[in-house]
Each structure stands twice: as C-alpha cells, then as structure tokens.
C-alpha cells in the first residue's frame, strides 16, 4: 500500500509573542523554527498588540529584509555592485571587503542599527552596513 510509505503531513505552528515593545513571530514546521521575524514599536507611538502581530506575521512571509533590524544568526547577500572606497550608509566598502561581494554571509554581532560584524571575516573587523546587503531574503 502506497500510502504506509508516505510521511505524515508536517504540522505548521506561528507564534506571537510581545513584551510591549517588540512583537515577534516564529514558523515552525514539525516542532522546529524555521522562520521568525518582528515588528518593533515606535518609542512615540502607543504599544498595539495587534498592529504589532499583524506586521510580524506579514515580514514572516515577505520577501524583503528589514535591513536595519537583522539579527545575530541572520543571512544575508552582500551586493555585487559594491564599488571599494565608496561611502554606504555610515561607513566606507574597503578593498578588503571585495572578496565578500556576492556570497552569503551570517551577521555574527551588530555594531549599531543598521552595521553588522560578519562570521565569515574575523581578520580585519571589517563593518558592513545595510546598504552593502541586497534587500532579499537568502
């Protein structure tokens, strides 16, 4: 019977969560994350659990990044375009960052909103900034 060989279907399961200030939500599939995202609240605005819940629920499945907001762990593309001594965002692309143009790389430590440390070069303690990612998810 072609059925007994067949897995079962995976369970899927999305969880909110808020402490107020940062809602965050969680895919996960057969008991493991795979997917998380959030929605941070303006320090002006009035904390909406359900405006919160709502954004981070939507980033789960959207294509873009928040480039300003990504986490340690997070992967991401650095631009091919990259041009060495030019100024993105708050900071300058070296020479020495060109071998990363174009790969996948983890964010191992954010420096600042928006500026990322990267696993893949411990050397040198190059930054990377926002703008020197490409705005899709990897």
Same mark, same amino acid.
């Given at each position: 019977?072609?059925?007994? &060989?067949?897995?079962?279907?995976? *369970?899927?399961?999305?969880?909110?969560? #808020?402490? $107020?200030?940062?809602? +965050?939500?969680?895919?996960?599939?057969?008991?493991?994350?795979?997917?998380?995202?959030?929605?941070?609240?303006?320090?002006?605005?009035?904390?909406?659990?359900?405006?919160?819940?709502?954004?981070?629920? &939507?980033?789960?499945?959207?294509? *873009?990044?928040?480039?300003?907001?990504? #986490?340690? $762990?997070?992967?991401? +593309?650095?631009?091919?375009?990259?041009?060495?001594?030019?100024?993105?965002?708050?900071?300058?692309?070296?020479?020495?960052?060109?071998?990363?143009?174009?790969?996948?790389v983890t964010i191992s430590y954010v420096v600042a909103e928006g500026v990322y440390k990267i696993e893949e070069e411990q050397k040198w303690g190059y930054s990377f900034t926002a703008e020197m990612f490409e705005n899709e998810k990897v």
């Amino acid at each position: 019977r072609w059925c007994d &060989e067949v897995e079962d279907d995976p *369970k899927y399961e999305i969880v909110i969560r #808020s402490d $107020g200030k940062i809602t +965050r939500a969680e895919m996960i599939i057969n008991g493991k994350t795979v997917k998380k995202s959030k929605a941070r609240c303006n320090p002006r605005d009035k904390f909406n659990f359900k405006i919160g819940a709502e954004l981070a629920f &939507e980033r789960l499945f959207s294509k *873009k990044l928040d480039l300003y907001h990504l #986490s340690v $762990g997070d992967k991401v +593309r650095v631009r091919k375009d990259l041009m060495p001594y030019r100024v993105y965002g708050q900071d300058c692309f070296a020479e020495g960052m060109m071998p990363f143009r174009g790969k996948v790389v983890t964010i191992s430590y954010v420096v600042a909103e928006g500026v990322y440390k990267i696993e893949e070069e411990q050397k040198w303690g190059y930054s990377f900034t926002a703008e020197m990612f490409e705005n899709e998810k990897v």
